[in-house]
T-cell receptor, first 113, second 113 residues
C-alpha cells in the first residue's frame, strides 16, 4: 500500500521555466510534508517542508503548496536551472508515533539548457 | 557543525553473511533513523533510535537490528544476508523535535552476491 505517490517518474523542463512536481498521499494522519533532492551517489538533501496548518511555504526559488482536501502537494521551482536536475522525493510524516518519513518513489527532473 | 556521516560507502557481502553499517549523527541531533532504498524506489523506514532506545520500526524482519550509542552515533546490523538486501542504506538524524527536517548521510551501498 503506497501511502505517498509520485505518479510522474520523470519530467523535462527548459531552463528558466517553471518545474512542477506533484505528490499525492492517502493517510489523513500525515501532518508534515517534505521535499528532498537527491543526486547520484549522494544522500537526499532537504529542500523545503510544510506543516498541515499551512497551505503554502516559500523559500527562494522553491514553493510547496498543500491541498489537504485533495491530499495533494506540489513543489514549484521557478526559474528552473540545470543544477536542479536530480531526483526529487516527496515525504510525509504523522506527529503521532515516531517521526518516520514515508517517501514517494521519486520524480527525475531534467532541466534542459 | 559536522553533518551526518556513514561508513563504509560501499560494501560487497556474500549471501548468509552478516554486516554492520555505521552512522555518526549531526551535531546536536539525538534521534537517528535508518532507511533502505532499493533501486528505483523511495527510501523505506527500517527503524529509529532516540536516546539509545528503539523508537519505532518499519516492516523489516528481526535480522535487521540496530544500536545507538551515548554519543548518538548508530549502527545497523543485518544478519543472514539475502540477495534482496542489496540496496542503498541511509542514515538520517534529527533533533527529535516535532516537525523538523531530517538530515541524511551519503549512504552505504550494500551489494549481496
Amino acid at each position: 500500500d503506497q501511502q505517498v505517490k509520485q505518479n510522474s517518474p520523470s519530467l523535462s523542463v527548459q531552463e528558466g521555466r517553471i518545474s512542477i512536481l506533484n505528490c499525492d498521499y492517502t493517510n489523513s494522519m500525515f501532518d508534515y510534508f517534505l521535499w528532498y533532492k537527491k543526486y547520484p551517489a549522494e544522500g537526499p538533501t532537504f529542500l523545503i517542508s510544510i506543516s498541515s496548518i499551512k497551505d503554502k511555504n516559500e523559500d527562494g526559488r522553491f514553493t510547496v503548496f498543500l491541498n489537504k482536501s485533495a491530499k495533494h502537494l506540489s513543489l514549484h521551482i521557478v526559474p528552473s536551472q540545470p543544477g536542479d536536475s536530480a531526483v526529487y522525493f516527496c515525504a510525509a510524516s504523522a506527529s503521532s508515533g515516531t517521526y518516520k518519513y514515508i517517501f514517494g518513489t521519486g520524480t527525475r527532473l531534467k532541466v534542459l539548457a | 557543525e559536522t553533518g551526518v556521516t556513514q561508513s563504509p560507502t560501499h560494501l560487497i557481502k556474500t549471501r548468509g553473511q552478516q554486516v554492520t553499517l555505521r552512522c555518526s549523527s549531526q551535531s546536536g541531533h539525538n534521534t537517528v533513523s535508518w532507511y533502505q532504498q532499493a533501486l528505483g524506489q523511495g527510501p523505506q523506514f527500517i527503524f529509529q533510535y532516540y536516546r539509545e532506545e528503539e523508537n519505532g520500526r518499519g516492516n523489516f524482519p528481526p535480522r535487521f537490528s540496530g544500536l545507538q550509542f551515548p554519543n548518538y552515533s548508530s549502527e545497523l546490523n543485518v544478519n543472514a544476508l539475502e540477495l534482496d538486501d542489496s540496496a542503498l542504506y541511509l542514515c538520517a538524524s534529527t533533533t527529535g523535535q516535532l516537525n523538523t527536517e531530517a538530515f541524511f548521510g551519503q549512504g552505504t551501498r550494500l551489494t549481496v552476491v
